[in-house]
């Protein structure tokens, strides 16, 4: 007898339907998979039978043949274990229910219970997409199923409760559909509250977040740069579905999601400076796997001790910040990550990192402070609209009891600013992404501001290249005042964050 | 621009680097530099004194091919000899221990017959004396031409602050083919676009440790008088003082706090004998000179402020906001803007200092 039954196998982050063919003939006892499967797809043979044996049923004894169909796609992982299971049971009519119109995904254990796979989401939008309305899933990979609207999902604990199921014997329910609260049920874990003083680098932060602007803190070790970045998800305002739905595709796919169902907080990633450039890019020697910078996406990538990074990792975040996406190729093709997010690095002033401190001497010679620097490469710094310093902190600060403003109150002035832009452009797109086109549409410069900007260049010896960056900030600022013209103090303002460039 | 036969004589000898005490000695006995070498093939005894050069000097005097490729050479790189036959050799320098006997000049070289002034300092320099610097180094080459060396810190503050008159010498410690620190290659060239650089060592010497003690000899024959405005106990400032100070120069230097590492050799040579120099007069009163009045911007009464509140020496931005009850929001434009008109400077960590 010969069964098909309906599986979806995930190549970057797309579902390509697989049909899992069984066919059971008379010979020798034994058990071929073919379709390019991978050792894990392999050794689903061991799980489906004892799988079968637990639950009750039997593992035929005959010659077994099971293609994943294309074979032309490589299969990975386990996912396709419930979906050999129940070809082999229609195959030997232990399961005379029709399967039609179900999809199959999930691991099994040997007891015959189903366990999450990752990649889940992406597999249900993609199946959604190609016309597949009834799927049945691992319990475990309920919570992140139940936001997608539109589609039959059910979620079963065990390959016995799959065979109920269809048999008709005891029906699952379909999960009930979770609406999106935009807001989120978490709590951030770092509020601005917590950072005593700062004042500076707080309002940077605020105007960084504003307009969507990459930002650098530069400061001596045990400032407090770590903890003013990881505040940065707090004061970003809240996900739409949509982002969040793109973020949650991405996390399945990567493996990373534990169940959390739906990723309704920004992602604060923090790769450690040893970090590859595949980890961080994404890559992978069989299936590509996304990099630290789409785990990011729709958040915050941040880069503690930026010049102690890879020159090769650093650089090849150009393209993403500027593209929003990286489209990284692998023998096996191309696929394209979504990396749009907001890049928050830190680094020492100088090596020994008491350079501008009050109360410590700097012994750096300035061949060696620019050594330490020429680490970042200037492209790199380029695409940093904000840079600012963090200042030792100080005993008055730690110790005074005076409340500092929480993230929400921060938030509610970011969701402000990014309401003027959305105005502006008319759609999600922020300050930081305008070109040359919307400079010269919305950043009109009064003879005043014109006069400032050059005086600062000539006096402050400021890199050319900077001035668009200056604009664009003082673009922000204006905005965050609920300004239609850029004035003087916006000006200025925005030329107190190149401090990187006159600091050497 | 001709060259008499004493200089290409000079030129010629001094092509092979000997070392100064060597030359000195040779030159000593025959007074005239082409003697010397019209002479050289018959003066055994000149053997002992150039070593394992001898033969290859003998062999280079042979047809004047040698001399007219270097000369050319020197032409094409836009390098001017001046030794101390010509006019333009400085009067002052001749007073000096062990003169030079040719500067290597690359730029305006009539800059070597005006009044000069040297501003020294070490590589690691306070931000608010570096402007400061900048600011001695701009006012005082309406009078004097400035002399330093080429180092970062202060050397470099007061090469910026009298760049832009073009009335700067800087004294190098090596050939005029290098540039040391490299990553200032670019100020270097402008230098001798716009001012003069001079060494008397051959373009192809390359930077020693040991050649910048020497070249401090030369900053110090060449100025009326020398401000130091930075450098530790162990700072080679401190040899550019002492020289000036042997050939009977001024000496100025900025004093320092108690504890500050970066001007422990100031205060050491105002206890001595430096003049304690915290104002332009204390210079200009020195030389009986008198400079133009700074056209000051005027400023705002929130600007007179923070200065005032500065007075009393640098502060974190947060200390400048309570002690002028300026807000937070309204200080970072307001410092850029001070900043801009070169009134405070940024001492790195959100601190300011005025200058």
């Not at chain 1, 960084?208 to 305002?237: D, F, Q």
Request: proline content about 5%.
């Amino acid at each position: 007898m010969l069964s098909k039954v309906a599986s979806f196998a995930l190549v970057g982050l797309d579902g390509v339907p697989v049909v899992a063919e069984t066919d059971i003939n008379n010979g020798l006892p034994s058990y071929e998979l073919v379709g390019l499967p991978d050792a894990a797809v392999k050794e689903s043979r061991e799980r489906v039978r004892s799988a079968l044996k637990n639950s009750g049923r039997k593992f035929p004894l005959s010659k077994i043949t099971v293609n994943l169909a294309p074979a032309d796609v490589k299969k990975e992982g386990s996912a396709f274990d419930l979906a050999i299971a129940v070809g082999i049971l229609k195959a030997t009519e232990q399961l005379r229910a029709d399967c039609g119109g179900y999809v199959f995904l999930g691991e099994l254990a040997l007891d015959g219970a189903l366990r999450p796979v990752t990649g889940l989401l992406p597999i249900l939008i993609s199946a959604k997409a190609a016309g597949y309305k009834k799927f049945i899933i691992p319990a475990a990979n309920g919570e992140e199923a139940s936001y997608l609207s539109g589609v039959e999902t059910y979620a079963a604990g065990s390959l016995t409760e799959v065979i109920d199921h269809l048999s008709g014997l005891a029906p699952l329910s379909p999960l009930p559909v979770k609406a999106y609260a935009s807001g989120g049920r978490g709590e951030y874990k770092f509020d601005m509250a917590y950072v005593k003083g700062q004042a500076t680098a707080k309002r940077a932060l605020e105007v960084a977040v504003s307009g969507g602007h990459n930002i650098l803190l530069v400061g001596p070790p045990g400032t407090g740069k770590t903890m003013l970045a990881r505040c940065i998800p707090a004061i970003m305002p809240d996900m739409t579905f949509e982002e969040a739905l793109e973020v949650t595709k991405i996390h399945s796919g990567a493996g990373v999601l534990g169940g959390a169902g739906i990723v309704d907080m920004r992602p604060f990633r923090s790769p450690h400076h040893t970090a590859t450039t595949v980890s961080m890019c994404g890559g992978g020697t069989r299936t590509v796997k996304p990099g630290e910078i789409s785990l990011a996406h729709h958040g915050v990538l941040f880069l503690d001790e930026m010049p102690e990074y890879h020159r090769s990792t650093l650089e090849a975040l150009r393209q993403p910040l500027e593209d929003g996406v990286i489209t990284v190729t692998r023998a096996g093709g191309a696929v394209t990550f979504p990396a749009n997010f907001m890049l928050c690095a830190s680094m020492n002033p100088c090596p020994c990192g008491n350079y501008g401190s009050a109360d410590r001497v700097c012994t750096c010679t300035p061949a060696a402070i620019r050594k330490y620097r020429s680490r970042v490469s200037g492209p790199l710094l380029d695409r940093i609209d904000i840079q600012v310093e963090v200042d030792s902190v100080r005993y008055d600060d730690l110790a005074s009891t005076a409340t500092e403003e929480r993230s929400a109150e921060v938030k509610k002035r970011v969701e402000a600013a990014r309401a003027v832009q959305r105005g502006r452009f008319g759609d999600a797109r922020t300050n930081a992404d305008m070109g040359e086109k919307e400079l010269k549409a919305f950043c009109a410069l009064g003879a005043e501001c014109e006069n400032i900007l050059r005086m600062s260049f000539e006096s402050l010896r400021l890199s050319a290249r900077a001035r668009s960056r200056i604009i664009k900030v003082a673009r922000t600022i204006a905005d965050m005042e609920g300004s239609e013209t850029i004035r003087p103090e916006h000006i200025l303002e925005a030329v107190s964050y190149r401090k990187y460039d006159n600091m050497a | 621009m001709g060259y008499t036969k004493e200089e290409k004589a000079m030129i010629w000898l001094d092509s092979f680097s000997p070392e100064y005490p060597k030359k000195a000695a040779a030159l000593a006995r025959f007074r005239d530099p082409y003697k010397l070498a019209a002479e050289f093939s018959y003066t055994p005894w000149l053997k002992d004194v150039f070593g394992e050069k001898y033969a290859a000097m003998k062999e280079s005097l042979e047809g004047g091919e040698y001399l007219r490729a270097l000369l050319s050479s020197y032409e094409e790189k836009g390098i001017r000899c001046v030794t101390c036959f010509s006019d333009l050799y400085p009067e002052e320098l001749r007073a000096a221990e062990d003169p030079p006997f040719i500067l290597y000049c690359k730029g305006n070289v009539r800059l070597l017959r005006e009044r000069r002034f040297a501003i020294v300092g070490s590589r690691v320099t306070r931000p608010q004396i570096l402007a400061k610097t900048e600011e001695f180094a701009a006012r005082l080459c309406e009078r004097f031409v400035i002399v330093t060396g080429f180092a970062d810190g202060g050397d470099s503050a007061a090469i910026a602050g009298a760049l832009p008159s073009g009335r700067v010498i800087s004294v190098l410690a090596y050939g005029l083919d290098h540039a040391y620190p490299a990553s200032n290659a670019g100020l270097l060239r402008k230098v001798e676009e716009k001012g003069l650089a001079v060494s008397e060592y051959i373009p192809s010497r390359t930077p020693q440790k040991y050649l910048f003690p020497a070249r401090n000899r030369i900053i110090a024959g060449l100025a009326e008088g020398v401000l130091v405005v930075s450098g530790g106990a162990k700072s080679g400032t401190r040899i550019t003082a002492e020289c000036a100070f042997n050939y009977g120069r001024d000496v100025f230097a900025f004093p320092y706090a108690i504890g500050d590492k970066t001007g422990e050799g100031c205060n050491r040579l105002i206890k001595e004998y430096a003049k304690l120099t915290d104002d332009l007069v204390d210079i200009t009163s020195a030389f009986g000179i008198n400079l133009s009045a700074k056209a000051s911007e005027p400023l705002s009464a929130e600007e007179e402020k923070v200065l005032a509140f500065l007075q009393e020496g640098a502060a974190h931005v947060s200390e400048i906001a309570r002690g002028t009850g300026i807000g937070e929001g309204a200080l970072p434009a307001l410092l850029v803007l001070l900043q801009m008109k070169k009134r405070i400077v940024s001492c790195g960590g959100n601190r300011w200092a005025r200058c």
